[in-house]
């Protein structure tokens, strides 16, 4: 942590300063300028606020982090990239993952018929929600166990891996007795005690970023799954709010490279809840593949129009079909395997 105070400081509030950071734990390193001094923490900076504990002082001009405020997630600590199992399947370990299905699971014969489509067109891993996080109390709230035992149904026919999300901790049981790996869902992202759950669980994690989350807040998060040993957890990008009405959300396509930068997990993109719009899918998963995510998770409907969630955003089997092609041809000039 850089402590930078302002001009004209005197001695005795410089010596304040090393004082409360010797009190703190931290070492000083005094550095006087012309016009400014600056003082360097010496210490890990990550269990303590010095922000507030310093930058509160009316000397001190500013406080500069050094250190990411996560640990475990970061590239400092890891330097080779994570690969998380599902089932067979591995993401983040250099070949594209594709995840599809539809958004919730409404009957055995859809989620079933969808499975045995994605996985034909190249999908790997069987998405589907039974506990569905709705915006309004009155829409279709997902099957709860009997669309977890529909997705069991599909896995057994297909042999795909299923992602599905959990909603509470109370549930979580549950969910973690049909699922190979548990979602935890973008408006879920900071439900930290849930986030702990998961943590205990030795089963793979697809964290979700929050609408309004910014990736610092996206790592801390993972950071809280980490923390508690469970170091099986992926990431995923599925837009943010912006002013922009257009699209449901917007697709942060930088955040990609930048998440593969500052940690060692893998990232999936979501250009399903990235776009809200099935016609912009196709360019969206091409971009993030582009922009270095290890993967996609796609909304699959056998009948779109007749969906009871995201149907506006849900691509038809054949659509779907016809994007993993230009996957292949894309990920062949990216020297990727699919
Ligand atoms: C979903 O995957 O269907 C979903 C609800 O996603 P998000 O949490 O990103 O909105
Ligand atoms: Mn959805």
Redesign the pocket.
């Known amino acids: 942590m850089i402590i930078v105070l302002r001009s004209g400081a005197t001695q005795e509030e410089v010596d304040e300063v090393v004082e409360r950071l010797k009190r703190l734990g931290f070492g000083a390193h005094v550095s006087r300028g012309v016009e400014r001094t600056i003082i360097g923490a010496i210490g890990d900076e990550r269990g303590v606020n010095l922000e507030e504990k310093i930058g509160v002082l009316p000397f001190v001009e500013k406080v500069i982090p050094v250190l990411a405020p996560y640990r475990l997630a970061s590239r400092e600590y890891q330097k080779t990239d994570t690969v998380v199992k599902v089932g067979n399947v591995e993401i983040g370990g250099g070949k594209l993952v594709f995840v599809a299905g539809p ?2 699971v409404e009957s055995e014969e859809q989620v079933v018929e969808t499975a045995v489509r994605v996985k034909e067109a190249g999908a790997k891993i069987l ?1 589907g ?1 039974a506990f ?2 709705r915006t309004s109390p009155y829409s279709f709230q997902g099957l709860a166990e009997e669309g977890l035992k529909f997705l069991a149904k599909a896995r057994e026919i297909t042999g795909l891996p299923v992602v599905t ?1 959990v909603l509470g901790v109370e549930e979580l049981p549950l969910v973690a007795r049909y699922a190979d790996m548990i ?1 935890i ?4 992202m900071q439900n930290f005690r849930l986030l702990e759950a998961v943590g205990k669980l030795r089963k793979p994690v697809l964290l ?2 929050g ?1 309004m989350s910014t990736v610092e807040e996206l790592l801390m998060s993972a950071e809280y799954i980490l923390v508690q040993g469970n170091y099986q957890v992926v990431l ?1 990008e ?2 943010i709010r912006t002013f922009e009405p257009s699209t449901r959300n917007t697709l942060d396509l930088s955040c990609i490279p930048l998440v593969k930068m500052q940690s060692h997990l893998p990232i999936l993109a ?1 250009p ?2 990235g776009t809200g719009r099935s016609d912009l899918v196709e360019a969206m998963s091409l971009a993030a593949l582009a922009a270095g995510a290890d993967g996609l ?1 796609i ?1 699959v409907h056998p009948n779109p129009i007749e969906a009871l ?2 149907g506006p955003q849900s691509l038809t089997p054949e659509q779907f079909n016809h994007l993993m092609k230009e996957i292949k041809k894309l990920a062949a000039t990216m020297g990727k395997e699919v």
């Not at 869902?185 to 879920?188: E, F, K, L, S, Y």
């Open positions: 958004c919730s998405r929600g569905k996080p999300e979602q869902g973008a408006r879920n979700k970023r609408m995923c599925r837009g979501d399903s809840h998770i909304e969630s995201d």
